[in-house]
């Protein structure tokens, strides 16, 4: 099994940056991708950006490339999504798991609430 643990979230005006972290623990050694998601109040959890645990190769939903990057801490089996630019419209809840996910893996993750 893989826990996942997610932290970096709170409150910050439009415009405004936060960096999210994922800490992976456990059987690591079974993860080739890893994502993060989102879901915002009254809607689908939606997928953010996902990369590859070896290579580093990196992904992104439209509504948040250029503003977002995700990166990876090999040593530390951690996860990074910085967040620039922040609007209003990011106001979610934001988890990490494999990418593709895994049912098992979600977590509660880690509220960001963007003010206008």
């Known amino acids: 099994q893989v826990q996942l643990v997610e932290s970096g979230g709170g409150l910050v005006q439009a415009g405004g940056s936060l960096r999210l972290s994922c800490a992976a623990s456990?059987?690591?050694?079974?993860?080739?991708?890893m994502g993060w998601y989102r879901q915002a109040p009254g809607k689908e959890r939606e997928f953010v950006a996902a990369?590859?645990?070896?290579?580093?190769?990196?992904n992104y939903a439209d509504s948040v490339k250029g503003r977002f990057t995700i990166s990876r801490d090999n040593a530390k089996t951690t996860v990074y999504l910085q967040m620039n630019s922040l609007k209003p419209e990011d106001t979610a809840i934001y988890y990490c798991?494999?990418?593709?996910?895994?049912?098992?893996?979600w977590g509660q993750g880690t509220q960001v609430t963007v003010s206008s």
């Open positions: 798991n494999k990418h593709p996910p895994v049912t098992f893996y």
């Open positions: 456990g059987r690591t050694a079974s993860i080739y991708r």
């Open positions: 990369i590859s645990w070896s290579d580093g190769t990196t």
